[in-house]
């Protein structure tokens, strides 16, 4: 259960429950069914229906079809993907007020938003992975990061959900490998390791639900997805966080701007309407 509280500024922010909060910090992640309503589900889902038509770099395509896989950088105020209803919800107190919460900072940015569109059928597979070990490269030093992440779509374990392995965080950033066998190519865990998390841990928790379900969870937290074997196409919407004060450092031959922000601006809370409240305006102009 979330409780809405009003702050000193008069906006209605989150506040999480001692229980949420002990959860996060002992198994990596929470769940939230039903975050955003689905007025504000249909709202997004039309920016996605919007930005996937754009050519650009920070819009990925596979296939001979050109299906959109990945959009990024949806949070942004400009920009060729810059979505004001995307932004509003990561400004949310819904959304930034919870990472605020798990983190135990105001002060967070986005290290970067994506949209991941695991299409019908052809959808492929994320090996189990930890986002830290990209991020850590980057030039983050501490795992003081958490990911909030939206369905946008049914999520159910025959198209591809997530899943994440409850308290695998705790053993910090692991040894990975190189995987290059699918269409997302990324560090993953080995096998040998996975088999020894597998005994050691619960058992891996699917994050499913309608539109609108959410979940945070910590950067260091395995998680894991499988080919969508349905009719119908995923989305899912992925709000990187990070502490302003852990920002990285210089890198040789820096990733692109869209998945390693360089706007280390503090994000501020928006009112909990601001999802709808951005569609009046763009329906009005």
Known sequence: MIFCVTNMKGKKTMELTSEQLTQ????????FPELLNQKEIKILQSE?????????EMVIREGEDETVKIMFRLHEDNGETAS???RAAACSPRILGTAQQCLGDDNLYLHHSKLNMKSAIEGSAWPWHQDFHSWHLDGIKEPDM????????EASP????????PGSHQYGRSDPRW???????????????MKKYFKEFPDPVPIIGGPGTAAIFHCNLLHASGHN??????????????????RPDTVDNPRPDFVRSTNWTPLRLSSNDSIIDHAKISTVY
Not at 24 to 31: E, K, L, T
Not at 48 to 56: G, K, L, T
Not at 179 to 193: E, G, P, Q, R
């Open 24 to 31: 996060f910090n002992r198994d990596g992640y929470i769940i």
């Open 48 to 56: 996605v229906d919007r930005v996937s038509q754009i050519e650009s």
């Open 84 to 86: 004001p209803a995307f």
């Open 146 to 153: 958490a990911t909030m992440t939206v369905v946008l779509t």
């Open 158 to 165: 025959i198209n591809g959900c997530m899943y994440v392995l």
């Open 179 to 193: 995987d290059d066998s699918t269409a997302y190519n990324l560090w993953v865990a080995k096998t040998s390791d």
């Open 229 to 246: 074997l349905s009719s119908e196409d995923r989305w899912q919407i992925f709000f990187c966080f990070n502490k302003c004060a852990n």
